[in-house]
């Protein structure tokens, strides 16, 4: 029987492993998917966040935290010499026995724990179905949103507590179907153009893709690459939660990008 106040790391990183599908889901080699820091083997307390910086890793120390788990992991630097600041990072991590753990794609195409899926359910859109495509992986979903676009802005806004910028062409037109992929997935609106989306949400803020917009005629819904990427790491906290009765803490670290 697994004793409540600890649990084995490797417990954990199955279960996440299965649910992601994380050997499954082609990314970024710098994703580094799955177990990026091995620690003595145990978890009492996991601390969950959006990027690995080294703020980050010392806030989940300082927390109590034995287990990390990030959207982006801790190699989005590249491959680099274990010197200076990386080395801090590293070390930081080994001396004070923090496991992390990295999902990438492999979290924001999840259909019920992803960044994608929680802003869908989040806005209250119905007819949620897979949308965006990656290179072949759909990562992205799509819903209908029964409201104004000025009403979804504002919805967007409040879920994401960001501020949310972009073009729209007409607030008081109906919503209708929308689009939606988190993060750095601005370059999408030509793929949501040719399928007929009149409405599309992302994170990260771009010109280029701003005057395509315009040209286009698409809404395009900005509200950061940071508050677009919450979601999926609180979902699997609660996941981990439930499964393990373990306690978890997001730790908030905005860029405000």
């Not at 300082?62 to 590293?90: E, N, S």
Request: one cysteine or more.
């Amino acid at each position: 029987m697994t004793d409540m106040n600890s649990t084995p790391l490797h417990s954990i990183t199955d279960l996440l492993d299965a649910t992601l599908r994380i050997r499954e889901i082609r990314d970024a080699s710098v994703a580094l998917n799955g177990l990026q820091v091995e620690n003595n083997g145990s978890v009492t307390k996991v601390a969950l966040a959006v990027d690995g910086s080294q703020k980050t890793i010392d806030d989940a120390i300082a927390a109590g935290a034995d287990m990390l788990l990030l959207h982006h992991g801790i190699y989005w630097c590249g491959l680099r010499p274990m010197t200076g600041w990386f080395k801090k990072k590293i070390e930081s991590c080994l001396q004070h026995n923090l496991a992390v753990y990295g999902a990438h794609l492999p979290l924001d195409l999840h259909p019920e724990l992803g960044n994608n899926a929680g802003i869908a359910k989040a806005l209250g859109l119905h007819d949620i179905t897979p949308e965006v495509d990656y290179h072949g992986t759909l990562i992205g979903m799509a819903g209908t949103f029964e409201g104004t676009v000025a009403e979804l802005r504002a919805k967007y806004a409040e879920i994401t507590g960001a501020t949310v910028t972009g073009i729209v062409h007409d607030g008081a037109a109906p919503a209708g179907r929308v689009a939606i992929c988190s993060g750095g997935a601005g370059e999408e609106i030509y793929q949501m153009h040719e399928k007929g989306y009149g409405t599309y949400l992302t994170g990260e803020e771009n010109h280029w893709v701003s005057n395509a917009a315009q040209d286009m005629g698409i809404n395009i819904l900005f509200a950061g690459h940071y508050a677009t990427e919450t979601f999926g790491v609180k979902a699997l906290g609660a996941l981990i939660e439930e499964k393990f009765g373990l306690p978890t803490i997001f730790i908030d670290n905005p860029t405000g990008m």
